[in-house]
């Protein structure tokens, strides 16, 4: 066979569903089709945020047309508990309720409509009690969901007895929506036997598994959980996807049909936990060179009325606390407050954002007070190679500096500053602020049992191959990487490939995609899948081809190779068929290297850093208070991006959210605990017209790490922390009209607190 010559470019620029997507033919969880006989719940939900359950009537909804079933905590055959660090969470209440939005009651209908109406003529008493909303005044009760932890590093007692300059302050964040495009929901139904298969739109389809399998009483092997792809998950569907999903199967449990659930919009919104509020206290202490040789930062989480994942999410907090900054003396502190509030959860970089806008509030207070540009504090304290983090890791392949550098240089920045001077002194009534945001995110679940994978792959006897992996797509492209990873293993084009759903019957025991960690985890067990088959093929070429060893075998362009021989995949395949050689393979990988003693909380939790800078621009009008961001210029940390185009969608959007969090989006709550951003119109997200005019995105293209899937580094949640430049980019915006404004430190600057910091 003749082999072509010059070798083809590999694909860094793939898209898999980008094809579905433009067209409308891809399928999400509501495009399944409905077998006859299907069922539909609705939950009837609390409207009272912390109280006694009196009485239930459901006497004139049961009597209504259509109407199968109305399910209580009473029905449940096995644990009310859907608790999953923390078992301290019903699917359904039993005396009490907790925050508005608690499902207490499920409805069980012919039609969806049937469902609706039964709803509404459901009659719940509840006796209130005593509604907290706010952390501190949770803490001050000492409602706590866990117990509060503390990361030490050095003294800082001591250093800042010494220190020059010391500051403190207070900083607080507010709550995010996820606004998914899918909402939650679930199908179950019956597998002839006792068994149930659950369609969900989750990100961990052994949380839906492992839920549901405790909540009905029966052995996790009972339960299939099957996922094509879901419509954006950004965290809240990594726990919160499996109350839906083990409603239905309760459902489908109690009538044997198929029951469905897709939450309404509205309902999504009352009823699924957000972003966890923080408000936050720091202490930062420099010396004369603006050195930062102390800080301390006391964390007061909002969770919610469950823990749900807020206590991992409160040590992702205090992993970050310290940004992209050395610090060789740190306290920071984190208490995880119960209120009365639907349980928060897992928000795209879990706490960390949370905690980094502390650190970077600190840095700004610092600046002004000394009369300094922040950026200055900001670079003479960036993280250098070998800085040991305050949970006992040290830097290694460290970027921190490389990037800033290069954005300074790529885009200008000395002349940018002038720009700015200069735009400000001429103009009294609209001003441009500039802000430098560097991030350095930890890669890995800070669990470290979380984290491994398992992959599937069967090489089919006409040489297609089918991959299975523990990946849940969700927009962010990883069923691409997937499929370049299986690819690039046999030397074969994407084309050949073929991914199957998420399936827990062929991929067990998965954590969920989440943690930025999914390309890697089980991008590495399709690797070693991948290997395996490969290394029976080269045994058996050794054979065929009389060879001294494997060693000089090749597998590239569809093509087997070694020194003068060469076979086709597809040849090579059929041969290996016939031989009754092994074409399937079960990989696995777990993260080498990590470890973290919780007890001590040291150790080496993240297999890599992830670091970049943003440099916002931004034009704040100062008599409305209005803004727009004239550019954002990124320098990123990707290391060998395996996927361009992927990874910079990434970036884009997860600045964009980063951003929308920090301005826009005021998640409010009253003292009732009621959601008075309660739709899309009164809960502003950004769109087209709010994102920067210029987003300028710079790969910095450097070794990458060995522990990153084919050294492209994990690139989910890192960008969104870049969102955080915002806020500093409005404030310094806001000094340069009155440098007497009061900056609160209070995310997200909203159009109306601009204008109240421009007057006060
Ligand atoms: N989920 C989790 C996460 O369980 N542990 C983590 O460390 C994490 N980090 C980011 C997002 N989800
Ligand atoms: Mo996430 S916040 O990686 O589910």
């Not at 094509?228 to 990594?238: L, T």
Request: proline content about 4%; some cysteine.
């Amino acid at each position: 066979m003749t082999i072509n010559a010059t070798k083809k470019k590999k694909k860094t620029s793939f898209n898999v569903d980008a094809p579905l997507h433009v067209t409308g033919r891809t399928q999400y969880l509501d495009d399944l089709p409905e077998l006859a006989g299907t069922l539909y719940a609705k939950v009837y939900y609390s409207r009272v945020a912390h109280g006694l359950i009196e009485a239930i009537d459901t006497a004139k909804a049961m009597a209504m047309p259509g109407v199968v079933r109305i399910i209580s905590h009473k029905d449940i055959p096995g644990e009310n508990q859907i608790g999953g660090i923390i078992p301290d969470e019903p699917l359904l209440a039993e005396e009490e309720v907790h925050f508005i939005g608690i499902p207490i009651l499920l409805i069980i209908a012919e039609t969806e409509v049937a469902a609706h109406k039964a709803c509404e003529a459901i009659e719940v008493q509840i006796k209130p009690k005593r509604i907290i909303t706010d952390p501190i005044v949770a803490y001050e009760h000492k409602e706590f969901l866990s117990a509060p932890k503390t990361f030490q590093l050095g003294d800082t007692e001591a250093a800042f007895a010494k220190c020059e300059h010391v500051f403190e302050g207070t900083a607080e964040s507010g709550g995010q929506e996820h606004v998914y495009l899918e909402p939650q929901g679930a199908y179950a139904i019956p597998n002839g036997d006792k068994s149930i298969k659950i369609y969900s739109s989750t990100q961990g389809p052994t949380a839906v598994q492992r839920t549901v399998a405790k909540v009905l009483g029966v052995s996790m092997n009972q339960i299939e959980v099957d996922v094509n792809r879901i419509g954006g998950g950004f965290g809240g569907k990594e726990d919160q996807a499996s109350p839906w999903a083990t409603m239905v199967a309760l459902g489908t449990y109690l009538t044997n049909r198929p029951v469905k659930y897709i939450l309404e919009r509205g309902e999504d919104l009352q009823m699924t936990g957000k972003r966890n509020p923080y408000k936050s206290r720091y202490k930062i202490g420099l010396d004369k060179d603006y050195k930062i040789i102390a800080f301390e930062g006391k964390y007061f989480q909002n969770g919610g009325a469950a823990a749900d994942l807020s206590p991992a999410i409160l040590d992702r907090t205090l992993f970050h606390a310290t940004n992209s900054y050395f610090v060789p003396n740190v306290k920071a502190e984190a208490f995880s407050c119960r209120t009365n509030l639907p349980p928060n959860t897992a928000f795209r970089g879990f706490g960390g954002p949370q905690g980094m806008f502390v650190i970077e509030s600190a840095i700004h207070d610092a600046a002004r007070q000394l009369g300094v540009a922040p950026h200055l504090i900001q670079e003479a304290n960036l993280l250098q190679e070998g800085d040991e983090f305050s949970y006992g890791q040290k830097t290694e392949d460290c970027e921190a500096n490389h990037c800033w550098s290069q954005a300074k240089k790529n885009y200008n920045f000395e002349q940018l500053q002038a720009e700015v001077a200069q735009y400000n002194a001429e103009n009294k009534y609209t001003k441009k602020g500039l802000a430098f945001m560097p991030i350095c995110f930890g890669i890995s679940f800070t669990n470290t049992m979380m984290n491994n994978a398992r992959a599937l792959v069967h090489v089919y006897s006409d040489a297609s191959v089918g991959i299975s992996t523990g990946a849940i797509e969700m927009g962010q492209g990883v069923s691409s990487k997937m499929i370049q990873v299986a690819a690039s293993s046999f030397g074969i084009e994407e084309e050949q490939i073929k991914l199957e759903t998420t399936n827990t019957t062929r991929v067990a025991n998965t954590s969920p995609s989440a943690a930025s960690a999914t390309a890697d985890l089980n991008g590495k067990a399709l690797q070693d899948a991948c290997n395996q088959i490969i290394e029976r093929l080269k045994d058996f070429l050794v054979e065929h081809w009389e060879l001294k060893d494997k060693t000089s075998i090749l597998f590239e362009e569809n093509t087997i190779s070694a020194s003068d021989k060469h076979i086709a995949w597809e040849d090579l395949i059929q041969l290996a068929f016939q031989k009754r050689i092994n074409l399937s393979a079960k990989g696995h990988y777990a993260t080498p290297r990590i470890h973290f003693d919780k007890a001590t909380g040291k150790g080496h939790p993240f297999a890599y850093h992830v670091y970049g800078t943003a440099i916002f621009r931004s034009t704040v009008d100062c008599i409305r208070g209005n803004y727009e961001f004239d550019a954002v210029q990124i320098v990123h940390d990707f290391g060998t991006s395996m996927n361009r185009a992927v990874d910079l969608g990434q970036i884009e959007g997860g600045l964009v959210q980063g951003m929308g969090w920090m301005t826009m989006e005021e998640l409010i709550y009253d003292e009732k605990g009621v959601l008075k951003s309660s739709n899309l119109a009164n809960y502003k997200i950004p769109d087209i017209y709010s994102v920067p005019k210029e987003v300028s995105v710079q790969y910095l293209e450097t070794e990458g790490s060995e522990l990153a899937i084919l050294k492209s580094k994990a690139v989910g949640e890192p960008p969104l922390m870049y969102g955080i430049g915002a806020y500093f980019s409005l404030a310094n915006a806001i000094l340069a009209f009155n440098e007497n404004a009061k900056i609160t430190y209070s995310a997200p600057m909203t159009t109306e607190k601009v204008l109240l910091s421009l007057y006060s």
